[in-house]
C-alpha cells in the first residue's frame, strides 16, 4: 500500500482560487509579495483552514440532516440545542 501523496502546489492554490474566489489568491497586502501571489510558507495553512472549514460544513449539514428525521433521539438533540441557545443548559 503507497502513501498518498500532498497535492502539489497548483492544486492547493486552485482549489482556494475555487472555495474563496481569485480575490483571496492574488492579494498583496494579504500576502505581502511584491507580485501579491500567495507565498508558500502562507499556501499550505490556508489549504488547511480551507479544509477545516469544508469539514465543519459538512458535520453541520449532516447534523441537520439527521435532525430533520424525526427520530426521539434526533427530537431531544433539537431541543437540547434550543436549551444550549437560550443559555439553559
Known sequence: MSAVAAPTIYETVSALDRHFGG???????RWGTADGTISYRALYPA????????AAE??????????ST????????????????????
Do not use: I, Y
Open 23 to 29: 480575490a483571496f489568491v492574488c492579494a498583496p497586502t
Open 47 to 54: 489549504a488547511e483552514m480551507m479544509r477545516r472549514q469544508q
Open 58 to 67: 459538512r458535520l453541520h449539514l449532516a447534523r441537520a440532516q439527521w435532525m
Open 70 to 89: 424525526g427520530s426521539p433521539d434526533a427530537v431531544n438533540a433539537g431541543k437540547s440545542d434550543e436549551k444550549v441557545a437560550h443559555g439553559l443548559a
